[in-house]
């Protein structure tokens, strides 16, 4: 398989914190990539950088999407070549109804009036294709976490997604929507769209996923394949940097050694 992305050495500094520090991603084409790390590892800033929240000029290094340079100076510019993220905040208006949330900013419209048959009839057809029977009338607030994942996905197959970012989408999730998102996910591969999914979890970098990249304090530290027998431990081992047999450090007897 070919690589669909590249990020490389990527480096991104705020205030006192180098969050990255020349980190490199590589994420074949068809294929659904797990980002590991403990908690501030640093993977929503490189999904951040990679989707152009943070613009090009604003980090270092080089990112290269479909074989060409990429410089997104917003999200709209990673959009437009199809890179779609859904952040770790879900980013749902709670007052308004599914297909409003779905085609705002983008609604459809004729002669500048917007067509709420033509935007109710597609919504249709996306909530179809995530398994949701919702109304598109449906406010959002009156629907559960897991199926406002949901139709954040359905949003973004409405905009022709190539590579979807999910940032640790089930981690507010109860055990049957988790396995229906990661189902999904599964679909949407077969379909042929690349996914990028962060999550503590790692029965379900097991279930989903086909590699695995760990940061750790910001660097790379590994990439394997998923699928080759990697076991959780040796994911932790890479997250923590040590063997969790190393986990608590034999204390007492460097008490007796200081004494
Ligand atoms: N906007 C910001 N301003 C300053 N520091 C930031 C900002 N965003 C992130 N950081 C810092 O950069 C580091 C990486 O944060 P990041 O949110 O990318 O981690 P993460 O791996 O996504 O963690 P988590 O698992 O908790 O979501 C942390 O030290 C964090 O405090
Ligand atoms: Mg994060």
Redesign the pocket.
Known sequence: MTALLEMRAITKE??G?K??DRVTLEVKAGEIHAVC??????????M?VLSGVYPAGSYDGEIYYEGKLAEFRNIRDSEDRGIIIIH?ELALVPQLSIAENIFLGNEAAKGGVIDWHETSHRTEALLRKVGLRESPATLVDNIGVGKQQLVEIAKALSKNVKLLIL??PTAALQENDSRKLLDLMLELKAQGVTCII?T?KLSEVRYVADTVTV?RD?MSVSTKDAKAGLSENDIVRDMVGRDMSDRYPPRARATRERC
Not at 37 to 46: D, F, R
């Open positions: 705020f205030p914190v969050a990255l790390g403990e908690n501030g590892a640093g993977k929503s800033t490189l951040k770790q940032d640790e962060i503590h940061i910001g």
